[in-house]
């Protein structure tokens, strides 16, 4: 009995299922092109894919005798694609497989999941990173002049940087970001370790330059942890240098790298006594 083609068609929802389900993305794995898109003339969309038939309604490839019209019709037999990948799916001369396109709609269905996924876990730990970026962001650059903690090393609540990137770390841990809590642990022992005791070492009318160590932890949270793209941290670099190149001039300097070259010679030149008086600890560890 011949087969009667009309009846093994896709029906509107199953089209339209098989389409969603891909986020209108083609199925085919080396394409992904999205199959829809705005239209230039109106406030409608325009789509450009297809459903395919895995096996075919017709006489086409994979055609499969003894499936019913039900079965062939059904969103099981069928995969979006773009209309190129489409068309090479649809010919008779088609090389593609009746399993090899079932792996593609499969795969294609956990791509989609994969992204939302992502995109779902990327908000999550930007959230937990925000407030922590922002606070590095406005660290002065140059603290001084003298061992001077300024307000910069605190928040609006008065808690120190480095106790609000201990918060962070842990936010981060527990919500299974283990790489992410490890970069911001070294940033906060580096805070503590370098900047901290360069400050409290800082002499006096001179000012400390740590703009290089600051941008590059300001890189690390925002490209390795939050995973903000390079343009983005180079627009907050142009700005944040202009500013240390305007509030260097006129004043006395020393790099980071200078304070620490010179900390042998500073501590067996002074007196104990005398250094422990200069030194001011940081706001918020003093508890």
């Known amino acids: 009995m011949a087969t009667n083609r009309a009846n093994?068609?896709?029906?509107?929802?199953?089209?339209?299922?098989?389409?969603?389900?891909?986020?209108?993305?083609?199925?085919?794995?080396?394409?992904?092109?999205?199959?829809?898109?705005?239209?230039?003339?109106?406030?409608?969309?325009?789509?450009?894919?297809?459903?395919?038939?895995?096996?075919?309604?017709?006489?086409?490839?994979?055609?499969?005798?003894?499936?019913?019209?039900?079965?062939?019709?059904?969103?099981?037999n069928g995969i979006w694609a773009c209309d190129k990948c489409a068309r090479e799916i649809d010919d008779n001369e088609s090389r593609y497989e009746a399993d090899e396109l079932r792996q593609w709609k499969k795969e294609a269905e956990r791509y989609v999941e994969g992204l939302v996924t992502q995109d779902t876990r990327l908000r999550q730990l930007r959230g937990m990173v925000t407030g922590t970026l922002?606070?590095?962001?406005?660290?002065?650059a140059l603290p001084g002049p003298g061992p001077r903690f300024d307000q910069t090393f605190t928040d609006a609540r008065n808690i120190s940087l480095a106790r609000l990137f201990i918060e962070s770390e842990q936010l981060l841990f527990e919500n299974d970001f283990r790489d992410e809590a490890e970069k911001v642990g070294m940033i906060r022992g580096e805070l503590v370790s370098r900047i901290h005791a360069a400050v409290a070492r800082n002499p006096a009318e001179t000012y400390l330059d740590i703009s290089e160590w600051k941008n590059k932890q300001v890189r690390v949270l925002m490209i390795e942890v939050m995973r903000f793209s390079q343009q983005s941290y180079q627009r907050y670099l142009d700005s944040e240098m202009r500013m240390v190149r305007n509030a260097r001039a006129g004043v006395k300097v020393y790099t980071l790298s200078e304070r620490e070259r010179n900390t042998t010679v500073d501590s067996s030149s002074t007196n104990a006594g005398d250094f422990s008086s200069a030194c001011v600890t940081p706001p918020g560890l003093s508890e």
């Open 8 to 76: 093994r068609e896709f029906t509107q929802d199953v089209k339209r299922d098989l389409a969603e389900r891909v986020a209108y993305m083609c199925s085919n794995p080396f394409c992904r092109n999205l199959t829809i898109k705005p239209s230039a003339s109106s406030n409608k969309a325009v789509r450009s894919g297809k459903a395919c038939h895995i096996h075919s309604a017709g006489k086409g490839p994979r055609y499969e005798p003894g499936m019913t019209d039900e079965e062939c019709r059904a969103f099981e």
């Open 134 to 140: 922002s606070a590095l962001r406005i660290l002065t």
